[in-house]
């Protein structure tokens, strides 16, 4: 079982980047799956969600909400973070998650399966 987290890079403040949460081992199809955050220094954030099974609901944490769009394809087993008009405090390391099980839960923190982190720095 394996999540790989892909994406990260140097941009500039107004640039986007988009994220990829590739899964192995595992139907993904019925997993939420998530993306939260962790700044240097700082506490993992929760950023985003979107349900698994036929539901695709979505959710955003307000500080990326209008800005970040998770989408997921089932069929290539990746889940997706496209993360426009980045600010510096974006900058952060992005960590992909799944559960087997609602958004809420994962939001709170019930994971089954974390990917490695991926850096994000915004920087002019």
């Known amino acids: 079982v394996q999540l790989q987290a892909s994406g990260g890079g140097l941009v500039q403040p107004g640039d986007s980047l988009k994220l990829s949460c590739q899964a192995s081992g595992f139907i993904l199809d019925y997993y939420a799956i998530g993306w939260f955050r962790q700044a240097p220094g700082k506490e993992r954030e929760w950023t985003s969600c979107?349900?698994?099974?036929?539901?695709?609901?979505?959710y955003y944490h307000d500080s990326v909400r209008g800005r970040f769009t998770i989408s997921r394809d089932n069929g290539k087993k990746t889940g997706y973070l496209q993360m426009n008009n980045l600010k510096p405090e974006d900058t952060a390391d992005y960590y992909c998650?799944?559960?087997?099980?609602?958004?809420?839960?994962?939001?709170?923190?019930?994971?089954?399966?974390w990917g490695q982190g991926t850096q994000v720095t915004v920087s002019s």
């Open positions: 998650a799944v559960h087997l099980g609602s958004c809420r839960a994962l939001r709170d923190g019930t994971v089954d399966y």
């Open positions: 979107i349900h698994g099974s036929s539901d695709a609901s979505t």
